[in-house]
């Protein structure tokens, strides 16, 4: 896929030292020529930690997509499949996006999906513009985590518990998002 400057994606950057999906904005398109795709992107974190602070990093498009990503309707009733998706605490939500699991079809409706976020024995309701499949899928036939994302577990949980607008939450409701 190809971005342009202004786009709005989920790029694969670094955060804390590791790698980590988070919502990024295009600000530049770097090695393009007529004939070929871009070589590389620089991306800008869309709400950085602190005024003073801009987070730039450099990225390839096969660490970038499109967000909000395409409406999946057949998603929800995939329990078990692996997604990342954003936190929601005190009226926002975050822009690093979190390992979990499709848990299955959310009370509140069609845009809006039940998942267990990795570490979390709670299913939480997020808007379904929230998520995106993980690119690189793996699937838990228990819709919990599997044997190879057990170990981050708790280093998972941890984060969403600190910093970098991570978000600890209880199932948001179509009301908390307006």
């Given at each position: 896929m190809v971005f342009k400057v202004g786009d709005m994606v989920a790029a694969r950057v670094r955060v804390e030292n590791r790698p980590q999906w988070a919502m990024m904005k295009v600000s530049a398109v770097e090695g393009t020529d007529e004939s070929s795709e871009p070589s590389s992107y620089v991306v800008v974190d869309l709400y950085p930690d602190s005024d003073d602070?801009?987070?730039v990093h450099k990225v390839k498009a096969k660490n970038m997509l499109a967000f909000p990503p395409d409406p999946d309707p057949e998603l929800p009733n995939e329990s078990g499949t692996h997604i990342y998706a954003l936190w929601y605490e005190n009226s926002d939500w975050s822009t690093v996006f979190y390992s979990?699991?499709?848990?299955?079809?959310?009370?509140?409706?069609?845009?809006w999906i039940s998942v267990r976020y990795v570490g979390s024995r709670k299913l939480f309701d997020v808007p379904t513009d929230k998520v995106f499949r993980d690119p690189k899928p793996r699937k838990s036939a228990s819709g919990g985590t599997s044997a190879s994302s057990a170990k981050s577990s708790k280093s998972e949980a941890e984060k969403r518990k600190s910093g970098r607008k991570r978000k600890s939450r209880s199932a948001a409701t179509p009301a908390d998002t307006k």
């Open positions: 602070e801009a987070v979990a699991y499709v848990a299955g079809p959310s009370e509140y409706g069609d845009d």
